[in-house]
């Protein structure tokens, strides 16, 4: 009898740590703390670092007083960096393509404000007053993967980082790489950690890369090392490229403190996004072709009878062959994901399109058969307002952005 006991006590103690077990992964896999989607994906024209202290009737009006000023600064501080020359606007010229105020800190008295302000200019319609070209060709999709190692740990999507809280914060619309930013949350954590960033295998690269619509991956690094608690923190910065952990370069930066580990970490990316524009720009960042879904093996060719003229007639009703491209475009919410399809089959010569592969707040991917080749998809879809980037057997669409309104319109003939 003691021994039965002895053993139904083992049975149970090992259903009890299985259970633990299950338990400790399904919170790893449903915590809340973990994620943070990206704040701005635009294009506009950034001008950050604008200081104003300015004194009002009252707090209200000292604020909004300060944001004019900021504006009219950021003005002449964009015309200079883009043309060389300053320039001015009246304000209500600046109302027009200012498109947003970010408050980098502030002070506010009851008669005064104190503030570091960024400004954020529609980038259409400053280029068309500035005269600039707004246009620029972005590299092929790259999927971020932030590791950050700290106190001997690295994480990525384990549970919100403040690293990777900083790349969601950067504003990668003006960059010339396409950075696809995962947000954290599902999957994230399962599919993009510390360990995958150090595999080599390229048939498991290659199903990540078609989960989240992209080409290639870049691995952006930091590891903090604190001096002492709240005293100076340094961070080695270091960019990586590829599967293969290529490093591009590496920088240091330090703070005197660790309230100020934000700042740090801003600067980081911002320093990380100039390394990996100036690789892409140099050619150092062309996709592993290894990375490419494989090529579609070429059938035999076989004797095409000749058609009768009740064939012809239901050639052309049904139409023969056609062609499957990947068509990536994002899905912030679920409603584009059936907008997108929508919209896509409503061009001529596509039989289907299908969402094969789903990333809501990312960049899904498309299925789409097609009656002709990827070049004449590629200009129908161009010609109905989309703006199209071609891969090899696939295709990133986004909507064009409309055409700014001339800021004075000529009054009509005859007045």
Same mark, same amino acid.
């Given at each position: 009898m003691a021994a039965l006991r002895k053993s139904r006590l083992l049975e149970w103690g090992l259903a009890a740590a299985l259970l633990a077990g299950a338990g400790v992964t399904v919170a790893q896999i449903e915590g809340g703390?973990?994620?943070?989607?990206?704040?701005?994906?635009?294009?506009?024209?950034?001008v950050t670092g604008i200081t104003v202290d300015v004194a009002g009737k009252d707090a209200e009006s000292a604020r909004l007083a300060g944001w004019r000023i900021a504006q009219r600064k950021g003005w002449t501080m964009l015309a200079q960096r883009l043309?060389?020359?300053?320039?001015? &606007?009246?304000?209500?010229?600046?109302?027009?393509?200012?498109?947003?105020?970010?408050?980098?800190?502030?002070?506010?008295?009851?008669?005064?404000?104190?503030?570091? &302000?960024?400004?954020?200019?529609? *980038?259409?319609?400053?280029?068309?007053?500035?005269?600039?070209?707004?246009?620029?060709?972005?590299?092929?999709?790259?999927?971020?993967?932030?590791?950050?190692?700290?106190?001997?740990?690295?994480q990525v999507f384990e549970r919100s980082t403040p690293w990777q809280e900083a790349w969601a914060r950067y504003r990668?619309?003006?960059?010339?790489?396409?950075?696809?930013?995962? !947000?954290?949350? %599902?999957?994230?954590?399962? &599919?993009?950690?510390? %360990?995958?960033?150090g595999r080599r295998g390229r048939g498991w690269w290659r199903a990540i890369m078609d989960q989240y619509g992209a080409s290639d991956v870049v691995m952006p690094e930091v590891r903090l090392y604190r001096q002492y608690p709240g005293g100076p923190v340094i961070g080695v910065f270091t960019a990586f490229h590829g599967?293969?952990? *290529?490093?591009?370069?590496?920088?240091?930066?330090?703070?005197?403190?660790?309230?100020? &580990?934000?700042q740090l970490l801003d600067a980081g990316v911002a320093r990380l996004d100039e390394v990996y524009q100036q690789a892409s720009r140099g050619g150092a960042m062309i996709p592993d072709?290894?990375?490419?879904?494989?090529?579609?093996?070429?059938?035999?060719?076989?004797?095409?009878?000749?058609?009768?003229e009740t064939a012809?007639?239901?050639?052309?009703?049904?139409?023969?062959?056609?062609?499957? !491209?990947?068509?990536?475009?994002?899905?912030?919410?679920?409603?584009?994901?059936?907008?997108?399809e929508v919209a896509v089959r409503g061009?001529?010569?596509?039989?289907?399109? !299908?969402?094969?592969?789903?990333?809501?707040?990312?960049?899904?991917?498309?299925? !789409?058969?097609?009656?002709?080749?990827?070049? *004449?998809?590629?200009?129908?879809?161009?010609? *109905?307002?989309?703006?199209?980037?071609?891969?090899?057997?696939?295709?990133?669409?986004?909507r064009a952005a409309a055409p700014a309104a001339p800021l004075n319109p000529a009054p009509p003939p005859g007045n």
């Open positions: 703390d973990r994620g943070a989607a990206p704040i701005d994906s635009s294009s506009d024209f950034e043309t060389g020359s300053s320039s001015s &606007l009246a304000d209500g010229a600046l109302d027009s393509i200012v498109t947003g105020i970010v408050i980098e800190n502030e002070q506010i008295g009851p008669d005064r404000y104190i503030a570091r &302000l960024g400004i954020l200019f529609d *980038r259409t319609r400053a280029g068309q007053i500035l005269g600039v070209a707004t246009q620029f060709s972005r590299s092929a999709p790259m999927l971020v993967i932030p590791v950050m190692w700290s106190g001997g740990s690295g990668t619309g003006a960059s010339v790489v396409d950075y696809v930013r995962p !947000v954290g949350t %599902g999957a994230d954590p399962l &599919l993009l950690n510390v %360990g995958q960033t599967p293969d952990r *290529r490093a591009l370069a590496q920088f240091t930066l330090r703070v005197a403190n660790g309230d100020a &580990l934000p072709a290894l990375l490419a879904p494989p090529p579609t093996p070429e059938e035999a060719p076989t004797p095409t009878p000749t058609p009768t012809r007639t239901l050639e052309d009703i049904v139409g023969v062959g056609g062609t499957s !491209v990947q068509v990536q475009f994002d899905t912030p919410s679920s409603g584009s994901v059936t907008a997108g061009v001529p010569g596509v039989r289907s399109a !299908v969402t094969s592969s789903l990333a809501l707040g990312g960049i899904s991917v498309m299925r !789409v058969t097609y009656d002709g080749d990827i070049g *004449r998809l590629k200009a129908a879809l161009e010609a *109905r307002g989309w703006s199209v980037q071609e891969g090899p057997g696939t295709l990133r669409i986004r």
